[in-house]
């Protein structure tokens, strides 16, 4: 077996909102199969984190490699490299974004349709078949309004799955949920987990780190404060996380009541 | 108040009524297409991010808006060949004095719609690797277009009432030949009556379509 290239690396990233810095210099190596777990408190720079390494912010220094391919690097045909690299790092929303005026199996198909030029009979099989995959074949021909929000980032989920990404983002997916409906999206990211996809999740869900996650990278006000397996993020000894683990635990003391597993 | 009133004068001008309805409706249907490129492009324009290019839309948003749109028509009948060396006839003038007048007011009622979009939605656009031409042509513009349809047939009812100004530079509308059919038979007020009734008869079916096709819409998409 030849070494493989990591799926990510982040090199030194800094972002800088004006005077404000919100990244401060971020280095993170993401390997096939790991799923790493964004935690920190609000405005830890998390989510920054996230938009910036698909682009949807530009970042003020440093750089990032998706499959060892500068993302957004220089050279021609910058702005169609960039579109096929967001492609293939897939991103499920906080605020699901389904488009309000298509079907969920059109949300679903519009991606491989419209950018990758996949006929339109083949997209709508893969889209029934990613569709299935997060229980909602029977919901494609509903139209996002007519959902609840857990079958809503079920169906972004799916759309997301659809790009045939090599990298999944997700930007804290369950935290617009009532709290009843996160343990369904929580199970169908398990699921995915499970089957080796490479993924990315900013997530307060601590149980779903803590079960989950394969690496666990701990953001203190913009900057990695620790990382590593869930275990030694989540022990008792760690100074760097425990006030936060015990402040997050206290406020939430009947912690994700939609975990089980 | 016994005025008599007599329409049956009136009925050996339907040939000529015919007539000016198909110059009105000709008129209206030229001023909405081009008003609405234009005044897409004015709003794309003014969204880019190229230097400069925005406030010069804005600036001629702001100027044509500011001037009534028969000194706009007559201001470019009379000064477009002083300016130019050419001028258009006086049909293609009121299209384009029409046009551009009507393409300040459709700029900023695409402009509002476009605003309206969620942010997200574009986002989820550029995450699945769309362009910008795919964002708007399938994400902003129909959803957008679907929000301003009240203002837009507002506006387009508006351009088929103002192109009865192309009569002031003798463009035959219906406004106009009626004036001439007022001339011969002095029955001014069967007249204004009639022209009144046509107007009538044509822009109250696009508001009722308007009414129908906002309601289908949100019923089918559940808002």
């Known amino acids: 077996m030849t070494p493989q290239l990591p799926v990510l690396a982040i090199k030194g990233l800094r972002k800088n909102f004006g005077d404000l810095q919100v990244l401060g210099g971020i280095d993170l190596t993401v390997e096939r199969g790991e799923v790493v777990g964004l935690i920190g408190a609000s405005g830890s720079g998390k989510s920054t984190l996230l938009r910036c390494i698909n682009r949807l912010e530009t970042p003020s220094d440093g750089a990032i490699f998706l499959g060892g391919e500068m993302v957004g690097g220089l050279g021609p045909n910058l702005s169609r490299r960039l579109r096929d690299q967001r492609r293939q790092m897939a991103m499920v929303f906080q605020n699901f974004n389904l488009w309000p005026h298509r079907t969920a199996l059109e949300n679903v198909i519009e991606g491989p349709v419209v950018v990758q030029k996949v006929p339109r009979n083949t997209a709508i099989a893969r889209g029934r078949a990613m569709l299935r995959k997060v229980g909602l074949a029977d919901r494609e021909a509903y139209y996002p309004s007519q959902l609840s929000g857990g079958q809503q980032q079920r169906v972004a989920i799916a759309r997301a799955l659809a790009l045939e990404p090599t990298l999944l983002l997700f930007d804290e997916p369950t935290s617009a949920l009532d709290p009843e409906l996160v343990g369904e999206v929580l199970r169908v990211m398990t699921d995915l987990a499970a089957e080796g996809r490479t993924m990315i999740v900013v997530t307060h869900e601590m149980a779903f780190a803590h079960e989950v996650c394969t690496k666990v990278v701990y953001l203190e006000n913009g900057l990695v404060r620790d990382a590593g397996p869930p275990g030694h993020i989540f022990s008792t000894a760690n100074t760097a996380t425990a006030q936060f683990l015990a402040r997050y635990l206290g406020q939430k003391t009947s912690d994700t009541p939609g975990m089980t597993l | ?223």
């Open chain 2, 1 to 223: 108040m016994n005025y008599e009133w007599n329409f049956a004068a009136l009925a050996r001008f339907r040939g000529l009524f015919l007539q000016a309805l198909g110059t009105t409706i000709s008129l209206s249907i030229a001023v909405i297409i081009t008003g609405m490129a234009l005044g897409l492009l004015l709003t794309m324009i003014r969204r880019s991010s190229i230097p400069v290019l925005p406030w010069v839309a804005v600036g001629f948003i702001e100027v044509v808006r500011a001037v009534p749109p028969l000194v706009l028509l007559v201001w470019i009948y009379y000064c477009m060949p002083i300016l130019l060396g050419f001028g258009l006839s006086n049909y293609h003038t009121t299209v384009l004095s029409l046009s551009l007048y009507s393409a300040a007011f459709y700029s900023e009622i695409f402009r509002a719609g476009a605003q309206s979009i969620d942010r997200g939605l574009v986002e989820a656009g550029l995450s699945v690797g769309m362009n910008r031409v795919h964002i708007l042509g399938r994400i902003v513009g129909p959803l957008a277009f679907q929000r301003v349809l009240p203002p837009f047939v507002s506006q387009c009812i508006l351009v088929i009432k103002n192109t009865s100004l192309g009569g002031y530079i003798a463009v035959q509308d219906l406004l106009y030949q009626g004036q001439r059919v007022t001339n011969e038979i002095f029955r001014p007020l069967e007249v204004l009556t009639t022209v009144a009734l046509i107007y009538i008869a044509l822009i109250v079916p696009l508001s009722v379509f308007a009414n129908i096709h906002e309601k289908a819409y949100r019923k089918r998409y559940g808002l």
